[in-house]
């Protein structure tokens, strides 16, 4: 009980919260488990609850009618997806598939909606949450519909390496068949643009490792959009 208390301490969205709240919290909770490349919903199903990844990760992702994934974002542990339908009491605007194997909390919308009701310091904490993903969601589309594509990877492998404590060799936490969706590319570009990069002394490519080369350089190809001449 202990530890399920714990890991909904360290949510963003719930920690801060007196061990009464946190309590109540946990007594709404649903643990479930989810085998790699399994769907935990999909575009249109009723929002009837949101979930927090406890461990593995999970990708959320819309598809084209001629079935072309757009990966929009990827979690991991910690980090809570499916509150925009759930608050509206409306269906899933997109899929949620599970990258690796998961432990997912699932909170119910109808429990959930009546605890914050009476709890405004929750209700700060998820619109705080909203408000982030938001945010992450317009620099996403800014970078898809303003910046070339060894702009998107450049951007992408400098905010990797901030959090990856500003290392100057980052692991890609995600293959890149996925990278290549998240960039809005296709796998034959990125690898390309990996070579480039290479040939440019900007990185060094070893599997899903990535030395940052020349961060600087790196930084002005994400600001300008495109790769350097």
């Known amino acids: 009980m ?10 963003p969205a719930f920690n801060g919260l007196s061990d009464s709240q946190l309590e109540e ?14 769907f935990i919903f999909t575009e249109g199903d009723e929002g009837s609850g949101f979930y927090v990844v406890v461990e593995g990760q999970v990708k959320i992702f819309k598809l084209s009618l001629d ?8 979690l991991g542990p ?9 608050f509206l009491g409306r269906s899933f605007p997109a899929n949620a598939q599970t990258i690796a194997g998961s432990r997912l909390m699932f909170f119910p919308r109808n429990a959930f909606v009546s605890m ?14 909203l408000s982030m993903r938001l ?5 996403q589309i800014e970078n898809l519909s303003l910046k070339e594509v060894p702009g998107r990877l450049a ?17 890609l936490p995600i293959s890149k068949g996925q990278l290549a969706s998240l960039l809005g590319t296709i796998p034959e570009t990125l690898s390309r643009i990996f070579a480039k990069m290479g040939a440019q002394g900007l990185i060094e490519v070893r599997g899903r490792k990535i030395r940052l080369l ?13 790769a350097l001449e």
Not at 25 to 38: G, H, L
Not at 67 to 74: S, V
């Open 2 to 11: 202990k530890k399920i208390l714990d890991i909904i301490s360290r949510i």
């Open 25 to 38: 919290i946990k007594n709404i909770a649903v643990n479930r488990d989810y085998k790699k490349d399994e």
């Open 67 to 74: 079935g072309k994934e757009q990966i929009l974002h990827i």
């Open 78 to 86: 910690g980090e809570s997806f499916g509150q925009v339908a759930v």
């Open 116 to 129: 914050i009701t009476g709890n405004p310091s929750l209700a700060m904490r998820m619109l705080a949450v």
């Open 135 to 139: 945010r992450q969601f317009t620099v």
């Open 155 to 171: 951007s992408y492998l400098v905010v990797l390496a901030q959090e990856q404590d500003n290392a100057d060799e980052v692991t």
């Open 214 to 226: 020349d961060r600087m350089g790196l930084e002005e190809v994400s600001k300008l959009g495109k």
